[in-house]
């Protein structure tokens, strides 16, 4: 089955960096865009960034714009959320998420509908 594990949340404080990793497996890893959410307590889950099935392509919320990077490496089935100058309004618990198998998939936040069990990412202030 679909399975995708999420690594690299922690404690740090602002203005720190910190590089989530999920690794997935149980499908066609290069098929399918991929993309990262996350959901703050009390609030709804939210699109972060989304890449495109060859890596090419990115989309980002923009409120990570300039901060996040996304990116995926089709031969370790791993995609990666690079996060700098954190604020403390980006802790949230950080889900990867597979999205659709399809050309522009990166670009729609809807199609990410397959999510793991998330990482905690907390920034102190």
């Known amino acids: 089955q679909v399975q995708l594990v999420e690594s690299g949340g922690g404690l740090v404080q602002a203005g720190d960096s910190l590089r989530l990793s999920c690794v997935a497996s149980g499908f066609a890893f290069s098929s399918y865009a991929l993309g990262w959410l996350r959901q703050a307590p009390g609030k709804e889950r939210q699109f972060v960034a989304g890449?495109?099935?060859?890596?090419?392509?990115?989309n980002y919320a923009d409120s990570v714009k300039g901060r996040f990077t996304i990116s995926r490496d089709n031969i370790k089935n791993t995609v990666y959320l690079l996060m700098n100058n954190l604020k403390p309004e980006d802790t949230a618990v950080y889900y990867c998420?597979?999205?659709?198998?399809?050309?522009?998939?990166?670009?729609?936040?809807?199609?990410?509908?397959?999510w793991g069990q998330g990482t905690q990412v907390t920034v102190s202030s």
């Open positions: 998420a597979r999205g659709g198998a399809y050309d522009t998939a990166w670009l729609s936040p809807s199609s990410y509908a397959t």
């Open positions: 890449v495109s099935r060859n890596g090419g392509r990115m």
